[in-house]
């Protein structure tokens, strides 16, 4: 079975935010909730980069970790949702967030923090599959109609790619191989662990 | 020297508890593998039969290299 990753190419991200935008459109996202956002280092530096960020469905996911009503869980295909009828709000998953993921709606059932919202890698939740619950709560299940999340679709440059870890990993590897440069994946040691030492080699670079 | 005992055991055996790991994927039935499709056509991409776990697989795949290499379109880079 696949395991779901993201990776964004920092060399290629123009900053246009059309992952932003998609997200925002396909799900219905509402005012002051971004799941997914660009952010610029070094801005206005030469050589400055953006990185498309969202949640990354870490391998061992720090906000699964620290929730106090175990609300979140992780699917088959290696997805980190969480059940809104469980959230209570506290907002302990942003402060273990090690990428700003978890975002609240300043109007909710308590007081001025909603419950949690955040990207689902186009994945929906516990609900049943494309039924209308879960579209209002959680929005489009893009991976249950057999297609890739809408940010990562939608990348007008392919910076951002989305999808089982071996084949975005082995797209990537081909363009740090083809340009010689940008091996900086930014966040994947921090969302799915570093390499283990004595581990067997990654397969050799080819086009595929 | 009896009721220590019993102290130190309950302290242990609860300290053990907190080293128990719950697995992280729900249950079948609550949790809804995407290969099971969502139960209308309407949407559903082309390419693989719903219900299929290996044919979804594939298709995820191939979706991704189609859709996001483009060396795959260019003949040469």
């Known amino acids: ?208 | 020297m009896r009721p220590l005992l019993t102290l130190a055991g309950l302290a242990l055996v609860l300290g053990l508890v907190a080293c128990g790991d719950k697995p992280q994927i729900k249950a079948a039935g609550t949790g809804h593998a995407a290969y099971l499709g969502t139960g209308s056509a309407a949407y559903t991409a082309p390419g693989w039969k719903v219900g299929d776990a290996t044919s979804w697989d594939a298709n995820m795949r191939a979706r991704t290299q189609t859709g996001q290499n483009e060396y795959l379109r260019t003949a040469s880079h």
């Not at chain 1, 940010?151 to 340009?179: H, P, Q, W, Y």
């Open chain 1, 1 to 208: 079975m696949a395991r779901m990753k993201f990776i964004c190419d920092a060399e290629r991200c123009i900053e246009c935010n059309g992952c932003v935008t998609a997200c925002k459109a396909e799900h219905k996202v509402p005012w002051g909730v971004n799941r997914r956002r660009v952010v610029t280092l070094n801005d206005g530096v030469p050589g400055e980069r953006s990185i498309s960020v969202a949640c990354m469905h870490c391998s061992d996911a720090p906000c699964m970790a620290v929730c106090p009503v175990d609300c979140f869980y992780r699917t088959a295909e290696g997805v980190v949702l969480h059940d809104k009828d469980t959230c209570i709000g506290c907002g302990y998953c942003s402060y273990a967030c090690p990428f700003g993921a978890p975002q609240f709606p300043s109007t909710g059932t308590f007081g001025m923090r909603g419950k949690m919202d955040k990207c689902t890698f186009c994945a929906g939740g516990p609900e049943a599959s494309g039924s209308a619950a879960e579209n209002d709560k959680y929005g489009r299940n893009r991976l249950a109609e057999g297609k890739l999340p809408a940010c990562a679709e939608m990348c007008s440059t392919k910076a951002l790619l989305g999808g089982d870890g071996d084949v975005v990993a082995d797209i990537f590897r081909n363009r740090v191989m083809t340009r010689n440069k940008g091996s900086e994946v930014w966040g994947w040691g921090t969302a799915y662990g570093k390499p283990i030492s004595g581990a067997p080699a990654a397969p050799k670079a080819g086009k595929s």
